[in-house]
């Protein structure tokens, strides 16, 4: 049987399923996500979250992983949070800029 490819397109569609508690946005439209990496059946996510020492930390990670493993031939998902570059509104999407009020 051959083994199923993951895209990274696939992955970020997957990742839409992963909102911000706080702000009712998806991470990708929040522009969290920084960098997705699939290599068979492992998927690596390179994300920061709104602000250091937010408390849905745990929530938005988790969130990752029950979006990803066990879809798309997914086994294991490595999710890194990283401070840098800075998160600021400007990486988010027309869409949550205009779901969020924000010009």
């Not at 029950?66 to 840098?84: F, K, M, S």
Request: contains cysteine; glycine residues 8%.
């Amino acid at each position: 049987m051959m083994e199923q490819v993951i895209t990274i397109e696939q992955t970020r569609e997957h990742l839409k399923q992963v909102f911000d508690p706080e702000l009712g946005v998806n991470i990708v439209d929040l522009g969290l996500v920084y960098d997705i990496e699939c290599s068979e059946g492992n998927v690596s996510i390179r994300m920061t979250l709104t602000t250091p020492g937010c408390p849905m930390h745990d929530t938005i990670v988790g969130g990752v992983h029950r979006a990803l493993e066990g879809n798309l031939g997914i086994t294991h998902v490595n999710v890194d949070v990283v401070w840098e570059p800075r998160w600021t509104p400007e990486h988010m999407s027309e869409a949550a800029k205009k779901q969020l009020d924000f010009f």
